[in-house]
Nanobody, 121 residues
Framework: VQLEESGGDSVQTGGSLRLSCAASGDTASRYCMGWFRQSPGKERKGVALIDIDGTTTYADSVKGRFTIARGNGRNTVYLQMSALKSEDSGLYHC????????????????WGHGAQVTVSG
């Protein structure tokens, strides 16, 4: 399984950004997928998850601002982020769990290298 993130950038507070995760094969349609954030000095935290049936889970800090979705081809997963805050800054990793349903705390088995998001101003 290979996962590759793209779309990371520097944006101003209040701005929007969309991250993409390209998954090898049919990973994104077979496995639970998630986005995780690693901020300096902090533990990596789950931000948004999506089951194979489309059920989504969000961290409280991003509810109403972030949306996770699969692409039509189902080998891509997106994270649409809006109303960005400085505390949203970090390295965002795409991940896949071999489980078909997942919640925050579910083990994830495959990881991408990450895309940097910096929110300032």
């Amino acid at each position: 399984v290979q996962l590759e993130e793209s779309g990371g950038d520097s944006v101003q507070t209040g701005g929007s950004l969309r991250l993409s995760c390209a998954a090898s094969g049919d990973t994104a349609s077979r496995y639970c997928m998630g986005w995780f954030r690693q901020s300096p000095g902090k533990e990596r935290k789950g931000v948004a998850l999506i089951d194979i049936d489309g059920t989504t889970t969000y961290a409280d800090s991003v509810k109403g601002r972030f949306t996770i979705a699969r692409g039509n081809g189902r080998n891509t997963v997106y994270l649409q982020m809006s109303a960005l805050k400085s505390e949203d800054s970090g390295l965002y990793h795409c991940a896949a769990s071999e489980r078909t349903t997942c919640r925050l705390g579910t083990p994830f088995h495959y990881w991408g290298h990450g895309a940097q998001v910096t929110v300032s101003g």
